[in-house]
């Protein structure tokens, strides 16, 4: 109990702490993460609060602003290190802002994953991974949310048709 709430305590300190390359890894360090030499943590970085020790970082990693990363996804109330799955990111890897790392996923050495990407399987070595970029999908021809109501803006929706 008493472990759990040490390490609580310090992922919480290193989720707000200043210090990019000091602080932050040097608090996830001791939370448990496996960090090399040369990682960035942006602020705000959350790592699985009950298996850290299944995490590994390389040498020279930029994690972004508000990344999470996993590793483990239980449904109930199982609990046990037999559950957890490694996540592993190597060597000269970038993850954009606002990523999402699940368990049992490999980065690959050089790999750079884009803004808002949720990483599900692994990812190869120096590859750009990410969804295709946003565009447009519907003309919108009901407006001003304070005169209607949801269901008539989704009726309002002309969605435009693929390009062939």
Known sequence: MLNSLFKWVLNTLAFFSPGGYTLRPFL???????????????????????????????????????????????????????????????????????????????????????AGTVVSRDVPPFTLWGAPKAGPLARVTVTSPQEHTPEEFVKGLRPFRPAK
């Open 28 to 114: 996830q360090r001791m939370h448990g993460v496996k960090m090399g030499k040369h990682v960035w943590l942006s602020q705000y970085v959350y790592f699985d609060g009950i298996h850290p020790e299944s995490i590994t970082i390389g040498d020279n990693v930029a994690i972004g602003l508000r990344c999470t990363i996993f590793a483990h996804l239980y449904s109930g109330h199982q609990r046990s290190k037999d559950h957890a799955r490694p996540v592993i990111i190597e060597d000269d890897v970038f993850i954009g802002p606002h990523c999402v790392i699940l368990p049992n996923v490999r980065i690959g050495k050089g790999a750079v994953v884009q």
